[in-house]
């Protein structure tokens, strides 16, 4: 007998909008350094940081699959997750699963390096980050380096991501839909007391937070980019 399929709220909006407009500034982030414009590349640089900001605040605060205690686990966790997904094949899980989890964390990790070391980087021309004169030439040389090498990293690590969601969605676990929507489609017996449980934050608690972020961000570092622009 087939079983029985609901669709049950996994991502609240917050969420989804940080996970699509991480995506689409990292593209607008790439696209302006290669092309040099790199006053632009600032604005989108300090617009992620908002958004990095706003996402650390909200794994603490907000709906419990945006907490980061929803989904970090203990390396245990992740081995036994593992160890299924070896023998039962690839199930559908309410938010991030164990091994995503760590994803998150290590994406997070390295993105926000990249956003520290370009506050003291420098292109040698035009462009030097609001840190540069805080540090040695040897250190802000070190630093721009590292913020050059750290973006070959974030793209190995977005590649693997893009293909555990691919592998996810051959074995029915369909990632990027959940990401738009909000919702999944997930086994009726086995998640319908999950959901009465999960709880979902006020969407104005959000957008405080993210115009706090955000009017402290532009204050301090967009605004002195946006006056020449």
Partial sequence: ????????????LPTRIFHWGMVALMALLWWSAEVGEMQWHQIFAYSLLILIGF?????????DTARFSHFVH?????FEYLKDVR?????VVLGHNPMGGYMVIVLIAIISLQLITGL????????EGPLYSYVSSDTASFLTWL???NFNLILALSAVHVLAVVVHAIKGDKLVGAM??????VPKVEYAKAESELVFKSQWLALIVLLIIAGVVFTYLMWPIVQVL
């Fill in 180 to 185: 738009l929507s909000g919702y999944k489609r």
């Fill in 1 to 12: 007998m087939e079983t029985e399929h609901i669709k049950v709220k996994v991502w609240d």
């Fill in 147 to 149: 913020h050059k090498m």
């Fill in 74 to 78: 203990h390396p245990k966790v992740v």
């Fill in 120 to 127: 003291f980087a420098t292109d040698d021309v035009f462009t």
């Fill in 55 to 63: 996402r650390l605040l909200w794994g603490l605060i907000g709906s």
């Fill in 87 to 91: 023998a039962k094949g690839v199930s």
